[in-house]
């Protein structure tokens, strides 16, 4: 199966993957030119050395390459924790319906800079903001993992002017869309200083820093890709790798209980480890230091050993995607609009205001939003795991990750042998950077184009 060599995934046409009776193929046109049987990926050699880590003779890694979704009867979105729930502290009133119908509400204009418009067969999305001017490395780990998981959905990206030309083409044979997104100085309304996420805005988009307009770039992407009907992950760009299809856990996108999905960070109920500074509690400084001057001193207390939520990948369904981004954009405008500096950028930034957000249940549709346990689902953020500030070095640790025997990461609190046991989706490896090195590597027919 050639396609699947190195450089192989990057064919000279566009790719098409599919999961048929067991066999993985890649179709040009009409004409599979790979096909790969279950047994065949089985027996691929995965050597890696993971001499601290916790080894679980489950190697799935890649050789799980099921891209169906789950059951539609199962409707499980916690792993071992079968009847958790971590819902807002505050009641679901007329007023919260109010104020989310005035979010859903807010027009969405058309997208600016559109370079490349992909027509992939699938209806799912993934969407980020990835405008660096050199940028291909990002793509190989990014894009050309999740390509090679079997994701045929569409890839919105948002990319830099100057892209140069092979990148261009690259991102053209994975099927990606694409929009130039050009800097611009922002409006007074917006605070200055942190840096160019935080004080420079986009064209089109004055009212926001780059850090919060991003949002509103997806809403608009969104909007404008009418087969986007299934699944959409919104998330980070730079420190994201796929291991398996990212919504191969979830069950189908129009008959799913829940419609978004946040993710949490690792927190005490999750933690492999109960050492306090191996995990994360709401109330940690980051949060109060960042909200209290915009929302109140102890605003947070009913909430604060609450888990953490990650703004950096957050999943729903159509409905349930346009009703996150409403929401957090409609706030990022109305405090913008506040005397209150404390509200802006650079002080107030998006995880932290998104966190407020839920557990004021801003959000709205209680039964319809979860929050993913830590160690489930189709997302690991392993950012915190890695950091042990007691060790030297500090990062790259492994005692509270798990792998199997190719180095893939697993999901701790997933049961073996179920579809989400395999980690489909690996965040803030950049904390990680000692042992992922060695893992793209060992795996770069995955992570690293080849000429």
Same mark, same amino acid.
């Given at each position: 199966s050639?396609?699947?060599?190195?450089?192989?995934?990057?064919?000279?046409?566009?790719?098409r993957?599919?999961?048929?009776?067991?066999?993985?193929?890649? /179709?040009?046109?009409a004409?599979?030119?790979?096909?790969?049987?279950?047994?065949?990926?089985? !027996?691929l050699?995965? #050597?890696f050395d993971?001499? %601290?880590?916790?080894?679980v003779?489950?190697?799935?890694?890649? %050789?799980?390459?099921?891209i169906?979704a789950?059951?539609?009867?199962?409707? %499980?979105?916690?792993?071992?924790?079968?009847s958790y729930?971590?819902?807002p &502290?505050?009641?679901?009133?007329?007023a919260?319906?109010?104020?989310?119908?005035?979010?859903?509400?807010r027009?969405v204009?058309?997208p600016?800079?559109?370079?490349?418009?992909? %027509? #992939?067969p699938?209806?799912?999305?993934?969407?980020?903001?990835?405008?660096?001017?050199?940028?291909?490395?990002?793509?190989?780990?990014?894009?050309g993992?999740?390509r090679?998981s079997?994701?045929?959905?569409?890839v919105?990206?948002? &990319?830099? #002017?100057?892209?140069?030309?092979?990148e261009?083409?690259?991102?053209?044979?994975m099927?990606?869309? +694409?929009?130039?997104?050009?800097l611009?100085?922002?409006?007074?309304?917006v605070?200055?200083?942190?840096?160019? &996420?935080?004080?420079?805005?986009?064209?089109?988009?004055?009212?926001?820093?780059?850090?919060?307009?991003r949002?509103?770039?997806?809403r608009?992407?969104?909007?404008?890709c009418?087969?986007?009907?299934g699944?959409a992950?919104?998330?980070?760009?730079?420190?994201v790798?796929?291991?398996?299809?990212p919504?191969?856990?979830?069950?189908?996108?129009?008959?799913t209980?829940?419609?978004? @999905?946040?993710i949490?960070?690792?927190?005490?109920?999750?933690?492999?480890?109960?050492?306090?500074?191996?995990?994360?509690k709401?109330?940690?400084f980051?949060?109060?230091?960042?909200?209290?001057?915009c +929302?109140?001193k102890?605003?947070?207390?009913a909430?604060?050993?609450?888990?953490v939520?990650?703004?950096?990948?957050?999943?729903?369904n159509?409905?349930?995607?346009?009703?996150?981004?409403?929401v957090?954009?409609?706030?990022?405008?109305?405090n913008?609009?506040?005397?209150?500096t404390k509200?802006?950028?650079?002080?107030?930034?998006?995880?932290?205001?998104?966190?407020?957000?839920?557990y004021?249940?801003?959000?709205?549709?209680?039964g319809?939003t979860?929050?993913?346990?830590?160690?489930?689902g189709?997302?690991?953020?392993?950012?915190?795991p890695?950091?042990?500030? /007691?060790?030297?070095?500090?990062?790259?640790?492994?005692d509270? @990750?798990?792998?199997?025997? !190719?180095?893939?990461?697993?999901?701790?609190?997933?049961?073996n042998?179920?579809?989400?046991?395999?980690?489909a989706?690996v965040?803030? +490896?950049d904390?990680?950077?000692?042992?992922?090195?060695v893992? /793209?590597h060992?795996?770069?027919?995955?992570?690293?184009?080849?000429?």
């Amino acid at each position: 199966s050639s396609w699947l060599e190195p450089g192989g995934a990057r064919s000279m046409c566009r790719l098409r993957r599919r999961l048929s009776r067991g066999c993985v193929a890649c /179709f040009c046109g009409a004409t599979v030119f790979g096909i790969l049987t279950r047994g065949a990926v089985d !027996g691929l050699p995965t #050597p890696f050395d993971l001499a %601290s880590a916790t080894i679980v003779d489950e190697p799935r890694g890649t %050789s799980d390459l099921s891209i169906d979704a789950a059951p539609t009867g199962v409707q %499980s979105f916690s792993g071992l924790f079968v009847s958790y729930e971590n819902i807002p &502290v505050t009641a679901e009133t007329n007023a919260t319906r109010t104020s989310l119908e005035k979010a859903l509400s807010r027009p969405v204009a058309q997208p600016l800079g559109l370079r490349h418009r992909a %027509s #992939p067969p699938g209806n799912d999305v993934v969407m980020g903001l990835a405008m660096y001017e050199r940028n291909q490395r990002t793509w190989d780990r990014f894009i050309g993992s999740l390509r090679h998981s079997g994701y045929d959905g569409h890839v919105i990206m948002g &990319v830099h #002017p100057h892209i140069p030309k092979s990148e261009e083409t690259y991102l053209q044979d994975m099927d990606v869309t +694409y929009y130039e997104v050009e800097l611009a100085t922002c409006a007074e309304v917006v605070g200055g200083g942190g840096g160019t &996420v935080r004080s420079k805005c986009a064209k089109g988009l004055p009212n926001l820093s780059l850090e919060w307009g991003r949002f509103e770039m997806a809403r608009q992407w969104l909007r404008e890709c009418e087969n986007c009907s299934g699944w959409a992950l919104v998330m980070d760009t730079r420190d994201v790798y796929f291991q398996a299809h990212p919504f191969k856990s979830l069950p189908p996108p129009q008959q799913t209980q829940k419609n978004l @999905l946040f993710i949490e960070e690792v927190a005490k109920h999750t933690s492999p480890t109960q050492a306090e500074h191996r995990y994360f509690k709401l109330n940690n400084f980051r949060y109060t230091g960042r909200t209290e001057g915009c +929302y109140g001193k102890g605003h947070w207390t009913a909430f604060g050993e609450r888990p953490v939520l990650c703004s950096g990948t957050v999943i729903g369904n159509r409905e349930g995607i346009e009703r996150f981004l409403s929401v957090l954009v409609d706030e990022f405008y109305a405090n913008n609009l506040k005397n209150n500096t404390k509200c802006k950028s650079p002080s107030a930034t998006d995880q932290w205001t998104m966190n407020y957000l839920f557990y004021m249940g801003r959000f709205g549709e209680y039964g319809k939003t979860a929050t993913l346990p830590w160690g489930t689902g189709p997302v690991l953020t392993i950012g915190a795991p890695c950091v042990n500030n /007691f060790l030297k070095p500090s990062h790259s640790q492994k005692d509270m @990750l798990q792998f199997d025997e !190719g180095g893939f990461v697993l999901n701790n609190n997933e049961k073996n042998n179920t579809i989400a046991r395999l980690a489909a989706v690996v965040h803030q +490896y950049d904390r990680c950077h000692l042992w992922v090195k060695v893992f /793209f590597h060992t795996h770069k027919d995955i992570y690293e184009s080849q000429p």
